[in-house]
């Protein structure tokens, strides 16, 4: 496997996945290529024919490296600047790498701003969010803190465009309020990176954006066939469908028909049992007068106590041989007999856990 990164012993390369396999690539944009095209000189170039005024190749080099920092410095508005979508996860300095992974350079790395344009991934991103946002914010760099903020106006803007899973973005900005709340007034700016002020103008834009989903208004379709029209049966195997409580008591108030299906004793039931032991049941048990289980209720309470299960379309992937972090579809240079069984799925917290150290 080549080396991923600058060291004394190899200057390291970046690659690329084709169909006929993984290929050497320049690590700099297209862009960054021809602009030091412009700039690169087999010899010296004469600016004045009089006075034979020379840029030397060193002098011009120079001038390439400076037009390609001053380039990333300035793209702020985009998610990172790097053409592969994986990271190796190392925790030690070796003769190879000097340093370790941080969490925000792991979330520079990763495309989250083109993870969240997929279905599938979406949930996935809007959680690993929530919990950076709760609890590793500020060990986030300046760079990552503005990838941050950046996707995360990016999701604003696609709810309120396509109107869908506003709950989970609400319950995001409103744990990301309150921490910015506490860091600003309670912690102080001892612990914040950058300018006091600048968190403040985020806690204002956060709080804008909470205004913006409370006055969301959802468009209604008049034409063609909506579920009021769909038979009894289909629409209670709508509702089993759910792993989610909250979706199913938000689809039980469209329609009367659909909240006397939301409040089927045997639906909250089966949830229940799939996200709850049996000894969690025990120490939680709701009976009504008549003495029936109210399953409804113990869902709400038993999820006051304890963690439901999560399901996503999609999860990032870590390679245990390797020790490096993907999506899947994106792959990565491995080098393992069989690949495939070694993947493990990522889920949010095992993400942010991998960075703890």
Known sequence: MPFLGQDWRSPGWSWIKTEDGWKRCESCSPELGRDSSQCTLSHDVILNSEDEEIFNNEECEYASKKRKKEHFRNDTNTQSFYREKWIYVHKESTKERHGYCTLGEAFNRLDFSSAIQDIRRF??????????????????????????????????????????????????????????????????????????????????????????LQNLQMTKVNDGLTLSDLPLHTLSNILHRFSDGWDVVTLGQVTPTLYVLSEDRQLWKKLCQYHFAEKQFCRHLILSEK?????????????????????????LQFCRHCSILFWKDSGHPCTAADPDSCFTPVSPQHFIDLFKF
């Open 123 to 212: 949930t996935y991103v809007v959680k690993l969010l929530q919990l950076i946002a709760k609890s590793q914010l500020t060990s986030l760099s300046g760079v990552a803190q503005k990838n941050y903020f950046n996707i995360l106006d990016k999701i604003v803007q696609k709810v309120l465009c396509d109107h869908q899973n506003p709950r989970l973005i609400k319950n995001l900005l409103q744990d990301l309020s309150s921490t910015l709340c506490t860091l600003i007034r309670g912690v102080g700016k001892s612990v914040l990176v950058g300018n006091i002020n600048i968190w403040i103008c985020r806690l204002e834009t956060v709080l804008n954006w909470q205004q913006q």
């Open 291 to 315: 003495g029936h289980v109210e399953w409804k209720l113990m869902y709400f309470t038993l999820q006051k106590h304890y963690p439901t299960k999560e399901q996503y379309g999609d999860t």
